[in-house]
């Protein structure tokens, strides 16, 4: 089992700047891939970015450029930092962790809701 707990979501101007974090804790294994998604009322939700290593990192399109996702892997815990933030980034934002095999069972954290006011 693994825990995943988000925090530094809240509510922030257009053009301003979040930095969402996550730590893991429990069964963690190495090769792992953490990462971030969001959900906005009415939409399904969807991969922001995610991380198994440096070289092996994803970003959706819409927020290329913008949001950079980091890990500290002796602390277990995952960053989203984002900048220019837009109005249709308004959602909440979801820790995601699974394994390095294809068929292991995938952990989320409880969210953490990020509003951009207009």
């Known amino acids: 089992q693994v825990q995943l707990v988000e925090t530094g979501g809240g509510v922030v101007q257009v053009g301003g700047a979040l930095r969402l974090s996550c730590a893991a804790s429990?069964?963690?294994?190495?090769?792992?891939?953490m990462g971030w998604y969001r959900q906005a009322p009415g939409k399904q939700r969807e991969v922001v970015a995610r991380?198994?290593?440096?070289?092996?990192?994803y970003y959706a399109d819409s927020v290329k450029g913008r949001f950079t996702i980091s890990r500290d892997n002796a602390k277990n815990t995952v960053y989203l930092q984002m900048s220019s933030l837009k109005p249709e980034d308004t959602a909440i934002y979801y820790c995601?962790?699974?394994?390095?095999?294809?068929?292991?069972?995938?952990?989320w954290g409880q969210g953490t809701q990020v509003t951009v006011s207009s």
């Open positions: 995601h962790y699974r394994g390095m095999n294809l068929n292991s069972n995938e952990y």
């Open positions: 429990g069964s963690i294994s190495s090769g792992n891939t």
């Open positions: 991380m198994r290593s440096v070289a092996s990192t």
